[in-house]
């Protein structure tokens, strides 16, 4: 099959009758049904048969058809490698992600650092999810990325820029006031309260739930959200208490919440993610000094802030 046979063979799949595919791929209805004719001629089987004035794939059609689609994603992701790569050649242009975790506090500390050097430069930020973040830097999409615990890639090199660790955000109230003077509570000491947390599958999650059966603690989970700011929301509203990274804890607010050391640490590296063996671009390079800094700014806040 040609590239062209494909492509018609996908649309008819997909909508059913050939003048909904002529449309979907803006040809003629003509065009469409010449082209479907050649590729069963050339195969030497019927793609389709017609049943109350739609088209119904064979059998033969039903087998070829995952194959096509795996190759309709491999071409999607050959559109997004070339648009990633119009998009490094723009001058005066940066690409940048992150985990939303940082995004609200860390990143905008960053990029006034950023501006104040290079105020020219057009920033476009994603905040996406740690595997999101793989795949779209693989992709070439953008230059560099900052998460915590990203999934290892062969295609990528990781950079500790710094090491944080998880604290426990408490509505004011809930917990013993000698605790909250205390600054510091042990997962043991939340055994009785509504948490709110991230589930297992995400990486600090299940860091969370492998300290809990270190220290043979159950903690009881009242909600289980995506983010840690839906987390810090739920906090803030009296729901629970609340365990997250201390980047989405600077964004607490002290009139509502405490802020407290959590016991056993759990450590969160924020971890720069770009390219392996390609040389980085100025703008890259200044751009991961300037969270260096911001992140390292954060964790000072809060007394937290670690060598690497």
């Avoid at 995506?226 to 009296?238: D, E, I, R, S």
Wanted: proline content about 6%; overall charge neutral; hydrophobic content about 50%.
């Amino acid at each position: 099959m040609r590239l062209r046979h494909i492509e018609v063979f996908n649309a008819v799949m997909l909508t059913g009758s050939v003048s909904a595919a002529a449309r979907l791929i803006n040809v003629t209805q003509p065009a469409v049904s010449r082209i479907l004719a050649h590729a069963e001629l050339q195969l030497g089987f019927s793609l389709f048969h017609r049943h109350k004035g739609r088209l119904v794939p064979t059998r033969e059609a039903q087998t070829l058809y995952p194959h096509i689609e795996r190759l309709f994603n491999q071409l999607d992701d050959v559109q997004r490698l070339a648009a990633g790569l119009r998009g490094q050649q723009r001058e005066g242009h940066l690409h940048v992600l992150s985990v939303l975790a940082l995004s609200h506090e860390v990143m905008p500390r960053a990029l006034k650092a950023f501006r104040a050097l290079h105020p020219e430069v057009e920033v476009t930020i994603d905040g996406l999810h740690s595997p999101q973040i793989v795949s779209s830097l693989v992709l070439q999409e953008a230059e560099l990325g900052f998460s915590f615990i990203a999934p290892a890639h062969p295609a990528l090199a990781q950079q500790v820029l710094a090491e944080g660790r998880m604290v426990c955000v408490a509505p004011k109230g809930l917990l013993p006031a000698a605790l909250v003077q205390s600054g510091t509570v042990r997962l043991s000491d939340l055994a009785q309260t509504p948490i709110a947390r991230l589930g297992s599958n995400d990486p600090l999650g299940a860091m969370v739930n492998l300290a809990c059966r270190e220290a043979d603690v159950g903690l009881q989970t009242a909600f289980t959200v995506q983010t840690y700011h839906a987390a810090l929301a739920l906090a803030h509203h009296g729901l629970g208490v609340a365990l997250l990274d201390v980047c989405t804890a600077a964004s607490a607010d002290p009139a509502r919440v405490d802020v407290l050391e959590l016991a056993p640490r759990i450590p969160v590296p924020v971890t720069l993610l770009r390219l392996a063996n390609r040389p980085a671009s100025l703008l890259a390079d200044a751009m991961a000094r300037c969270m260096q800094e911001a992140v390292r700014q954060t964790l000072d806040d809060y007394g937290l802030a670690e060598p690497v």
